[in-house]
């Protein structure tokens, strides 16, 4: 019943805050509808009785029937008489109903919201631009989900049957006869099962399982609990965020100051989202030595101590301290965002990706900061034919030696056992697994951040998306949305004085913080997003952790060469309020051979020139001389553009790193950047694409020199 009622407010929240939709001056086919092709096969009779009870929205008259009648791209899963009757028994054995039928509903308002989750979970809408899915365009990456949400706000996933040939959408199998039927708005798949993925929080979740001693994740839960974390675990969305939107104190668009920008949308919602690697209750049993259900919190302290799991932690019973053992080894296992499978490492434009084939080719990570004590996490992927496993898995913390040579062809060439990683296992995202706010990946070896993963990282040269950077853009959506509608292509991210949406960033007053996904244009970014922040341009941003005490570079990538591009003053420190100005400002105008401005090009040389074939020591010399004035050549692994191109980023004049820092950091301090415009003009803007973090052991390293990758 607790589950039932978490699962009814919520969706009742949601339902509450979509505006009208009124069907009545969309233009109505002639030609068959979803809904009238429902209308004449009888097996889905009782879907559409429903269809034309439940509304559109608590603000309209209008019924969701109505709308599968009118012009539109809907992608609709509906569910058979027998799937719906399966679910009023289900019902009754959860004992919600005394029998499975709407009759026996005793609470008009339980009837109400029960309706409301079958319709609302079976429907996708396009809208104007966004094609139905058929099956081929379903996801193809197990555990993956749709780019759009259903009407009921979630995300649907997609798993497949190898031996029987069966998609199951979040809990629903297709079995491939009744799918793909065209209709002309939208596309109907018959549905074997009501699709009704739950709406609890993983806390929630944990919280059941602990109650329950419930066999597969019951010791990361009581570990979890025993940290104190399933309060943050509860969090789905930000309530406060959601009323200043719904009531319009926040603008839902703004024009941008460089008119030929266009209009940039403000997020809809702003909610939480958690990924958890977590060792299986299979694990534990095997390396304690018990039965999941007898293990304690003293036998994984124990064995913690044993294996040396957190090099410096404090062993106390203050579980909730961020310097606690346990917390440290728990909330090293939890990111702050929500990944799905086919986020955990994402791919675009690397050299020899296809877009059609979606075959990851060469090495790609990404590197996110983990909840509780912040440290570095790498989510790796070699992609099939450069891995020394035939397989695009995905591994935590792998280092394997790689073929990175100037003419070489970045594969795995081998990988110590000590330097292998951690295989993330394919997530369950059926019934009660499907939480809302949070993705558990299994795994089956133990996660620790070790001296061996930090001496690793520290030897590593770490890249990372601007927009990775930030959790509310990967919880919302925003980051390689990879729709073509112009409000997930071009997103505002409002002033913290309107409202601090992102929270490791500041923004200030008539800053026009925007962000574009760049899909289809072509860019030389990479993986093909872009920020540009205009207006006054000074903002402030928390960086990512590093993994050891030592000298580093952090450096700054960009398409530079634009008259639009602005210049800055860049301050460095770890005090956000009172950060040093770091050398003379950078002119993001400057590119290999010219400074580009309204008032017209002027050569400046940065020492730029195009590799040689048969010359590596007069490449190696062109790089010295352009580190020298603080700049280096793009990186070898992305192509200069759209996915395919034959141009690198390196062999592009146009995309450059900067050197912003050199200096000791310190994985115990926090560090900040701030970029202030020192133009007065708003049409310029701050350009961002990618950042990175050298240690002087390869920047500086006399026996095996920085890679060209």
Same mark, same amino acid.
């Given at each position: 019943?607790?589950?039932?009622?978490?699962?009814?407010?919520?969706?009742?929240?949601?339902?509450?805050? $979509?505006?009208?939709?009124?069907?009545?001056?969309?233009?109505?086919?002639?030609?068959?509808?979803?809904?009238?092709?429902?209308? $004449?096969?009888?097996?889905?009779?009782?879907?559409?009785?429903?269809?034309?009870?439940?509304?559109?929205?608590?603000?309209?008259?209008?019924?969701?029937?109505?709308?599968?009648?009118?012009?539109?791209?809907?992608?609709?899963?509906?569910?058979?008489?027998?799937?719906?009757?399966?679910?009023?028994?289900?019902?009754?054995?959860?004992?919600?109903?005394?029998?499975?039928?709407?009759?026996?509903?005793?609470?008009?308002?339980?009837?109400?919201?029960?309706?409301?989750?079958?319709?609302?979970?079976?429907?996708?809408?396009?809208?104007?631009?966004?094609?139905?899915?058929?099956?081929?365009? +379903?996801?193809?990456?197990?555990?993956?989900?749709?780019?759009?949400?259903?009407?009921?706000?979630?995300?649907? *996933?997609?798993? &497949?049957?190898?031996?029987?040939?069966?998609?199951?959408?979040?809990?629903?199998?297709?079995?491939?006869?009744?799918?793909?039927?065209?209709?002309?708005?939208?596309?109907?798949?018959?549905?074997?099962?009501?699709?009704?993925?739950?709406?609890?929080?993983?806390?929630?979740?944990?919280?059941?399982?602990?109650?329950?001693? $419930?066999?597969?994740?019951?010791?990361?839960?009581?570990?979890?609990?025993?940290?104190?974390?399933?309060?943050?675990?509860?969090?789905?969305?930000?309530?406060?965020?959601?009323?200043?939107?719904?009531?319009?104190?926040?603008?839902?668009?703004?024009?941008?100051?460089?008119?030929? *920008?266009?209009? +940039?949308?403000?997020?809809?919602?702003?909610?939480?989202?958690?990924?958890?690697?977590?060792?299986?209750?299979?694990?534990?049993?095997?390396?304690?030595?018990?039965?999941?259900?007898?293990?304690?919190?003293?036998?994984?302290?124990?064995?913690?101590?044993?294996?040396?799991?957190?090099?410096?932690?404090?062993?106390?019973?203050?579980?909730?301290?961020?310097?606690?053992?346990?917390?440290?080894?728990?909330?090293?296992?939890?990111?702050?965002?929500?990944?799905?499978?086919?986020?955990?490492?994402?791919?675009?434009?690397?050299?020899?990706?296809?877009?059609?084939?979606?075959?990851?080719?060469?090495?790609?990570?990404?590197?996110?900061?983990?909840?509780?004590?912040?440290?570095?996490?790498?989510?790796?992927?070699?992609?099939?034919?450069? *891995?020394?496993?035939?397989?695009?898995?995905?591994?935590?913390?792998?280092?394997?030696?790689?073929?990175?040579?100037?003419?070489?062809?970045?594969?795995?060439?081998?990988?110590?056992?000590?330097?292998?990683?951690?295989?993330?296992?394919?997530?369950?995202?059926?019934?009660?697994?499907?939480?809302?706010?949070?993705?558990?990946?299994?795994?089956?070896?133990?996660?620790?951040?070790?001296?061996?993963?930090?001496?690793?990282?520290?030897?590593?040269?770490?890249?990372?998306?601007?927009?990775?950077?930030?959790?509310?853009?990967?919880?919302?959506?925003?980051?390689?949305?990879?729709?073509?509608?112009? $409000?997930?292509?071009?997103?505002?991210?409002?002033?913290?004085?309107? &409202?601090? &949406?992102?929270?490791?960033?500041?923004?200030?007053?008539?800053?026009? +913080?925007?962000?574009?996904?760049?899909?289809?244009?072509?860019?030389?970014?990479?993986?093909?997003?872009?920020?540009?922040?205009?207006?006054?341009?000074?903002?402030?941003?928390?960086?990512?952790?590093?993994?050891?005490?030592?000298?580093?570079?952090?450096?700054?990538?960009?398409?530079?060469?634009?008259?639009?591009?602005?210049?800055?003053?860049?301050? +460095?420190?770890?005090?956000?309020?009172?950060?040093?100005?770091?050398?003379?400002?950078?002119?993001?105008?400057?590119?290999?051979?010219?400074?580009?401005?309204?008032?017209?090009?002027?050569?400046?040389?940065?020492?730029?020139?195009?590799?040689?074939?048969?010359?590596?020591?007069?490449?190696?010399?062109?790089?010295?001389?352009?580190?020298?004035?603080?700049?280096?050549?793009?990186?070898?692994?992305?192509?200069?553009?759209?996915?395919?191109?034959?141009?690198?980023?390196?062999?592009?004049?146009?995309?450059?790193?900067?050197?912003?820092?050199?200096?000791?950091?310190?994985?115990?301090?926090?560090?900040?950047?701030?970029?202030?415009?020192?133009?007065?003009?708003?049409?310029?803007?701050?350009?961002?694409?990618?950042? !990175?973090?050298?240690?002087? !052991?390869?920047?500086?390293?006399?026996?095996?020199?920085?890679?060209?990758?």
């Amino acid at each position: 019943m607790k589950n039932f009622l978490y699962s009814m407010l919520f969706l009742l929240a949601i339902v509450g805050c $979509k505006e009208e939709i009124d069907t009545s001056d969309r233009y109505v086919f002639k030609e068959e509808t979803i809904s009238s092709y429902l209308e $004449k096969h009888p097996q889905y009779s009782e879907y559409l009785k429903l269809l034309y009870t439940v509304p559109v929205s608590v603000r309209s008259e209008s019924t969701v029937g109505q709308l599968m009648s009118a012009r539109g791209n809907y992608t609709c899963f509906a569910p058979t008489n027998e799937a719906i009757q399966t679910y009023l028994e289900g019902l009754v054995e959860e004992g919600l109903i005394a029998e499975p039928s709407w009759k026996a509903f005793t609470d008009e308002h339980k009837l109400d919201s029960i309706q409301k989750v079958i319709v609302y979970n079976s429907i996708i809408d396009g809208g104007d631009n966004i094609a139905a899915y058929e099956t081929g365009a +379903f996801p193809t990456t197990e555990g993956a989900e749709f780019t759009l949400p259903n009407m009921y706000d979630r995300k649907l *996933s997609v798993r &497949y049957d190898d031996v029987e040939d069966i998609y199951y959408v979040s809990n629903c199998p297709l079995d491939g006869t009744n799918q793909n039927i065209p209709a002309t708005n939208g596309v109907i798949h018959a549905a074997n099962r009501v699709i009704n993925p739950s709406n609890n929080s993983v806390g929630h979740y944990f919280s059941t399982i602990i109650e329950n001693k $419930k066999e597969g994740y019951y010791v990361m839960a009581m570990l979890a609990d025993a940290c104190g974390l399933i309060d943050t675990l509860d969090l789905i969305r930000d309530e406060a965020y959601e009323e200043l939107y719904q009531t319009g104190v926040l603008p839902e668009k703004i024009t941008s100051v460089e008119k030929s *920008s266009g209009d +940039f949308y403000t997020p809809e919602h702003r909610y939480y989202g958690y990924t958890i690697f977590a060792e299986t209750d299979e694990f534990w049993s095997s390396v304690i030595g018990k039965p999941y259900t007898d293990i304690t919190i003293s036998d994984i302290r124990d064995y913690l101590l044993k294996v040396n799991a957190c090099p410096g932690a404090v062993d106390d019973e203050n579980y909730e301290s961020e310097n606690n053992l346990l917390n440290q080894f728990v909330t090293y296992h939890i990111l702050p965002e929500r990944l799905s499978t086919d986020r955990l490492v994402n791919h675009y434009n690397e050299r020899g990706y296809s877009l059609t084939a979606k075959n990851p080719a060469v090495p790609m990570a990404e590197y996110y900061t983990t909840m509780g004590k912040r440290r570095l996490m790498k989510i790796y992927q070699a992609g099939t034919r450069y *891995s020394l496993t035939g397989k695009a898995d995905v591994f935590l913390n792998r280092f394997p030696v790689l073929d990175n040579g100037r003419h070489g062809t970045y594969k795995e060439l081998s990988c110590v056992p000590e330097n292998e990683g951690v295989l993330v296992g394919v997530p369950k995202t059926d019934g009660e697994n499907d939480v809302r706010n949070a993705v558990i990946y299994p795994i089956d070896k133990l996660l620790t951040y070790s001296d061996n993963t930090r001496d690793q990282l520290l030897r590593s040269r770490i890249r990372w998306d601007v927009a990775g950077m930030w959790p509310e853009f990967i919880n919302n959506d925003i980051r390689l949305n990879e729709n073509t509608d112009i $409000k997930h292509l071009n997103v505002y991210i409002p002033s913290d004085n309107m &409202y601090k &949406y992102l929270k490791d960033v500041t923004i200030s007053d008539d800053t026009e +913080f925007d962000y574009w996904t760049g899909r289809g244009k072509g860019w030389r970014n990479y993986l093909g997003d872009e920020m540009t922040i205009r207006g006054s341009q000074d903002v402030i941003f928390k960086l990512p952790p590093v993994p050891r005490q030592g000298t580093y570079e952090l450096r700054y990538a960009m398409q530079c060469g634009g008259i639009y591009r602005t210049m800055v003053q860049v301050y +460095f420190g770890t005090d956000p309020d009172n950060l040093p100005a770091q050398g003379i400002p950078m002119d993001l105008r400057q590119g290999a051979h010219y400074r580009y401005t309204k008032g017209g090009n002027y050569v400046s040389d940065i020492g730029w020139d195009t590799d040689q074939e048969d010359d590596d020591d007069y490449n190696a010399e062109v790089d010295k001389k352009m580190r020298n004035n603080d700049f280096m050549k793009g990186c070898n692994l992305i192509c200069s553009g759209a996915p395919g191109v034959a141009t690198m980023m390196r062999g592009d004049e146009l995309c450059l790193r900067r050197i912003l820092v050199r200096q000791t950091m310190d994985p115990e301090k926090t560090y900040y950047i701030r970029f202030k415009t020192v133009l007065d003009d708003p049409a310029t803007y701050l350009y961002m694409d990618y950042f !990175e973090y050298c240690a002087k !052991e390869v920047y500086d390293n006399p026996s095996a020199p920085e890679d060209i990758w």
